[in-house]
């Protein structure tokens, strides 16, 4: 035969065992071990947004800085053609090497 449940009246009071406490005790400080290092995550990734953030603005202005080096790039390259005409520059050895330019010869009509 199972066994009966036992009924408690409201006024009877129950003593835990030592065991039943150390129990109650241990689950309790899992719980709290679990909310402080969901609070430790929590920090950890407010820390990392930062830290994102900060890299992505850091990018966006390495970008302008890179569009304005390609922007010298072209004015360089605009004013060496204006003066030496097209050609290859070699960057190794600072020879410019233009490029033949052919004449226009007028066309016979």
Not at 66 to 74: L, P, T
Request: glycine share 8%; aromatic share 4%.
């Amino acid at each position: 035969m199972a066994e009966e449940a036992k009924v408690v009246e409201a006024s009877d009071e129950i003593k835990f065992s030592e065991e039943e406490l150390k129990e109650l005790g241990e689950l309790q400080q899992s719980y709290q071990e679990k909310q402080a290092q969901l609070g430790q995550i929590a920090v950890q990734k407010i820390l990392l947004g930062q830290q994102v953030e900060a890299i992505d603005n850091r990018q966006v202005e390495l970008e302008g800085e890179y569009e304005a080096v390609q922007q010298k790039e072209r004015e360089i390259v605009e004013k060496l053609n204006e003066k030496y005409g097209p050609g290859q520059l070699d960057p190794q050895t600072g020879v410019f090497t233009p490029i033949p330019q052919q004449e226009e010869q007028p066309s016979e009509g």
